[in-house]
């Protein structure tokens, strides 16, 4: 099984500052790997795939990069929307696996 | 609107079972590679069962109880969950996929407490 690893656990960051997100495999799964955002009481909501391929309607301050092993979710200018806990997860391999997520709160 | 409807979920002893059920609505679900996703209260995400190329795959933690299955005439997936555990506690959520294993649309998830 891979284990996906996010860190930090908390993130505190002011509104309109930059937060990056990282997430580990423990083997390489190539590019497939997905990020997702969870607000309190929502599902989660699909924000990048392939590892940096936005979906559909995401704002462009949202970004992914890295590949293999290691990979990065930035959003470049927080906005009040934007504090949730982050989920990364790889479909390169089964059992499919998500990282145990990164809250971006509010500092 | 196009979105996912989980229903099915409740309260149910150890050892009983429960049947969740997924609807769609503005599309064709049947169509599409289709998830059961958990998340246990206050805690991460957890895969639970795929249905779709190549065939239905399920996590050990729940292998030999849990059978997905789909119904395309209900546009309707299923998760049948047998011999259940305090652990199986969770929101259970219903995912689609379109090409690849990442999960475009979600459901707002059904609640499952297995409590005596």
């Known amino acids: 099984e891979i284990v996906m690893t996010q860190s930090p656990a908390t993130l505190s960051v002011s509104p309109g500052e930059r937060a990056t997100l990282s997430c580990r495999a423990s083997q390489s799964v190539s590019s497939n790997l997905a990020w997702y955002q969870q607000k309190p009481g929502q599902a989660p909501r699909l924000l990048i795939y392939g590892a940096s391929t936005r979906a559909t309607g995401l704002p462009a301050r949202f970004s992914g990069s890295g590949s293999g092993t290691e990979f990065t979710l930035t959003i470049s200018s927080l906005q009040s929307e934007d504090f949730a806990v982050y989920y990364c997860q790889q479909y390169n391999n089964w059992p499919l696996t998500f990282g145990g997520g990164t809250k971006v709160e509010i500092k | 609107e196009v979105q996912l409807v989980e229903s099915g979920g409740g309260l149910v002893q150890p050892g009983g079972s429960l049947t969740l059920s997924c609807a769609a609505s503005g599309f064709t679900l049947t169509i599409y590679d289709l998830t059961w996703v958990r998340q246990a209260p206050g805690k991460g995400l957890e895969w639970v069962s795929s249905?779709?190329?190549?065939?239905?795959t399920v996590a050990d933690s729940v292998k030999g109880r849990f059978t997905i299955s789909k119904d395309s005439s209900k546009n309707t997936l299923y998760l049948q969950m047998n011999s259940l555990r305090a652990e199986d506690t969770a929101l259970y959520y219903c995912?689609?996929?379109?090409?690849?294993?990442?999960?475009?649309?979600w459901g707002r998830g059904t609640l499952v407490t297995v409590s005596s």
């Open positions: 249905i779709g190329n190549p065939g239905t």
């Open positions: 995912t689609k996929s379109s090409g690849k294993w990442n999960f475009d649309l």
